[in-house]
């Protein structure tokens, strides 16, 4: 028998490293930044990125804080293999509220992403539905989010509709863009809107100031339109500390309800990018006792044409255990 030697590693599925020096004179500046300016093919992001994950390192000491100021020295820099561009079958659970062979209802929970993305490249509805359905899925609407023709946020619960065959992938896309599905979400939120019901419309896009979210713009973006109703006051009811509001979508914008909720000052309980400003003590010790560590807001109701039977399909969800609970506590105060 010959002694083969072993294969040379796959290198599209190789580590990359990479050596940085900063010099004196680069010392004090913000790390991130110092580092992305020395390597021209890495973005500031990615930089924030591989220290988050733990891949940035000076004199062996892994580096994560995001704000520390840059020394002298030499920064090793261990850039992760590529993820695969199709997405993985996973067997994951799913709650399936419908089903036929042209598409497919599911009721998510929180936590879970609905297409791959970076920081979520596993676990999503996606990876879910790619094992559920079988590989028929994989040629609909595309590799990246086979099926997919509209998205919840990853801690946004609730009822998300997905095509089998292009018939449906097609129909539900044209349904949606036309604003033909009624779409109603239920959210917590800080105090009540004022006024505590009405139509808000306006422009969203990316915020000028902070390029991680999105505002209501006086110009640019795209058009925006939520209906919205306060359906129950918790605390005073001349000066609530909290409210239940239903927001039926006439478009579907990213971070739309809560966007359009935090501009008419009662953002959504939890919420760690648009909830600017604490709720008082009484609703975050509920917040803490039921136990919801994201925004409380959920798709609690679907309704639309089928595209290919021509069948109405209407499709509810009950709150899930943590807004529930959490409903439950702010109705004590």
Do not use: W
Not at 33 to 48: E, H, T, Y
Not at 173 to 195: C, M, Q
């Amino acid at each position: 028998m010959v002694d083969l030697p072993p294969p040379e590693p796959d290198e599209d599925h190789m580590a990359e490293a990479v050596i940085l020096r900063v010099e004196v004179a680069e010392a004090g500046g913000r790390l991130d930044k110092v580092l992305a300016n020395s390597a021209p093919d890495l973005s500031r992001g990615r930089i924030q990125a591989l220290m988050a994950q733990g891949h940035v390192r000076l004199d062996g000491k892994v580096l994560t804080d995001l704000s520390a100021k840059a020394v002298p020295g030499i920064y090793d820099l261990t850039l992760p293999p590529p993820t695969p561009a199709e997405p993985q079958a996973e067997a994951i659970a799913l709650k399936v509220l419908y089903e036929d062979a042209h598409l497919i209802v599911i009721d998510k929970p929180p936590g879970m992403a609905v297409h791959p993305a970076p920081g979520s490249e596993t676990g999503t509805l996606v990876n879910a539905l790619l094992h559920h359905c079988g590989v028929s899925l994989s040629g609909i609407g595309g590799v990246a989010r086979p099926g997919i023709v509209h998205r919840i946020d990853k801690d946004t619960s609730g009822i998300v509709v997905s095509a089998k065959s292009d018939a449906a992938h097609q129909g539900l896309s044209a349904l949606f863009a036309t604003h033909d599905i009624d779409r109603v979400y239920l959210a917590l939120v800080r105090g009540a809107p004022k006024p505590q019901a009405g139509t808000l419309e306006t422009r969203i896009g990316r915020s000028t100031t902070d390029r991680k979210k999105m505002a209501v713009l006086k110009s640019g973006g795209r058009d925006a339109v939520t209906h919205y109703e306060t359906t129950a006051l918790f605390g005073p009811q001349d000066k609530p500390v909290a409210a239940l509001v239903a927001c039926r979508l006439e478009t579907g914008r990213t971070h739309q309800i809560r966007v359009h909720l935090a501009a008419l000052g009662a953002p959504c309980l939890g919420d760690p990018v648009y909830g600017a400003g604490a709720p008082v003590q009484t609703v975050r010790t509920a917040i803490s006792e039921a136990g919801l560590t994201r925004q409380a807001l959920h798709a609690a109701r679907l309704g639309f044409v089928h595209p290919v039977t021509g069948l109405t399909l209407h499709f509810e969800s009950p709150l899930p255990d943590d807004m529930a609970q959490l409903r439950d506590k702010l109705t004590n105060l």
